[in-house]
């Protein structure tokens, strides 16, 4: 198969699309094809996809809401679809669809019923945040965002307190601190970890360190964004 081949979109396809963190310079000519050639294309925020068509040069398209309220009951819609022959874009607000956002039961649908679902890889919070913590990368768990009551959180860093692998998680603003106020108290003050904010934004930081030097570190800054969190394993230490 040539590049031109991999780059057309068919119908009856679905096209599962990454999309930039938030440099715009991230998003691939490929990604950008299939933006631009789908039939239809499902959004997480049609506000967010539509900044970002328009900052690409591509105002205009049409652009459908598809979020974890709504996918159940969508999903057949969309089956129909691509049934029909018309080809579909899948894309969350920033990075890669459907981990830790919209799409899974689609894809599993589209999986079920042998309908092709296409790949176009780019950017990945996790892995990105991943790549640059100075924690161990040869084996890691992705966990998403935990439960948000104190004490179901603080029950799975005890539950994974001696994992051998990097702990990959997210969480939001109106949550952090708690977060790591609770690693920290279960996990310990000098337990390695990394929290990354903003990632290829203006203001991206990275804070690499033992737990209680980190947690003050992001307190001191800007609580803005989403944040990507990572725990190495016990007895790690740069």
């Not at 900052?55 to 809401?65: D, K, M, N, T």
Request: hydrophobic share 40%; charged share 25%; glycine share 8%.
């Amino acid at each position: 198969m040539d590049a031109s081949e991999i780059s057309s979109v068919h119908g009856g396809s679905l096209y599962v699309v990454s999309t930039p963190l938030g440099n715009l310079g991230d998003l691939s000519p490929r990604a950008l094809e299939c933006l631009k050639s789908v039939d239809i294309l499902l959004c997480e925020d049609t506000r967010v996809t539509g900044r970002l068509l328009s900052a690409s040069g591509l105002e205009g398209r049409s652009l459908v809401s598809y979020r974890d309220e709504t996918e159940q009951r969508d999903t057949p819609r969309w089956i129909e679809a691509l049934q029909d022959e018309q080809s579909l874009g899948l894309v969350a607000d920033a990075g890669t669809p459907t981990v830790s956002d919209p799409g899974f039961r689609l894809i599993r649908e589209c999986r079920k019923l042998g309908i092709p679902v296409v790949p176009v890889p780019g950017p990945s919070a996790a892995v990105t945040a991943l790549s640059v913590s100075g924690l161990p990368t040869d084996s890691f768990l992705f966990v998403g965002f935990l439960p948000p009551k104190k004490a179901a959180r603080q029950r799975f860093f005890t539950e994974h307190a001696d994992d051998t692998w990097t702990l990959i998680l997210y969480e939001s603003v109106h949550r952090i601190s708690k977060l790591l106020d609770d690693l920290v108290a279960v996990l310990g003050s000098e337990r390695l970890i990394c929290v990354a904010r903003e990632l290829t934004k203006k203001f991206e930081t990275v804070h690499t360190g033992p737990a209680s030097t980190v947690r003050d570190q992001v307190n001191r800054g800007s609580l803005k964004g989403e944040f990507v969190v990572l725990v190495a394993r016990q007895g790690f230490d740069l």
